[in-house]
């Protein structure tokens, strides 16, 4: 089993529909993020969380939230997707010392309609 | 700012020929530097780090990079690809502050492998 899960790996929506993107881990890793890749841009940073009660903005947040619910439990939301969503999104994981590796989910693929 | 570049989109070469994937980066000090790479339907996987000491780092899968402060550069070299590396590889620059960083991923290099 993936030690970074993330649910659905597929999604096709429509324009203004609630979409929730949900990450799990069985890592044991404090902090948790949430990228966005889109071709040719590489991976932007939406939001990461170090622990539970600590949630930052990353580099493009907006239209985005998200949701640590547990230590192993990262949720990103949009609350009304829109065309430009359409992305593959990562969910990674680091310990909090500073070792510099993410590990990475194997991504969810949005498509908005 | 930190920023990352990689110049080439894409790259092709043949099973068994040597390769190098260029990366320049973009920071105040000397940063840590990264090395990932995507297998098609994969997430990312770690080939290799620099955060100090030899400027030749070994990583995984018989890669290798190097460090030049002068050039602000940390390019990634193999001596015989095999097909199995046709994959996209991602430089990746992080800040060394006190307490936590985040990461600044390039645009990425894929690389196709001829039989």
């Known amino acids: 089993d993936a030690d970074v899960t993330q649910t659905p790996r597929n999604r096709i929506t429509k324009t203004g529909k609630r979409i929730m993107l949900e990450c799990s881990q069985t890592?044991?890793?404090?902090?948790m993020y949430w990228y966005r890749q889109d071709p040719g841009l590489g991976l932007r940073l939406i939001y990461y969380?170090?622990?539970?009660?600590?949630?930052n903005k990353g580099e493009i947040s907006d239209g985005y939230s998200v949701s640590r619910q547990a230590q192993a439990k990262f949720s990103l939301s949009l609350e009304s997707a829109i065309p430009n969503q359409t992305a593959l999104y990562f969910c990674?994981?680091?310990?909090?010392?500073?070792?510099?590796?993410?590990?990475f989910g194997e991504g969810s693929r949005l498509t908005v309609l | 700012a930190q920023s990352v570049t990689q110049p080439d989109i894409h790259i092709t070469v043949s099973e068994g020929a040597s390769l190098e994937l260029r990366c320049n980066y973009s920071?105040?000090?000397?940063?840590?530097l990264f090395w990932y790479v995507q297998s098609p339907g994969q997430g990312l996987q770690l080939l290799l780090k620099y955060f100090s000491g030899d400027t030749l780092v070994q990583g995984i899968k018989g890669f290798e990079a190097e460090f030049k402060r002068s050039q602000s550069s940390f390019n990634l070299r193999k001596p015989s690809v095999h097909w199995s590396d046709a994959a996209e590889y991602f430089c990746a620059v992080g800040n060394p502050g006190a307490g936590s960083y985040q990461l600044t991923f390039g645009k990425g290099t894929k690389l196709s492998v001829i039989p």
């Open positions: 990674a994981t680091s310990p909090t010392r500073n070792t510099g590796e993410l590990f």
């Open positions: 920071y105040g000090a000397t940063p840590y």
């Open positions: 890592k044991g890793h404090d902090r």
């Open positions: 969380s170090f622990d539970v009660k600590d949630i």
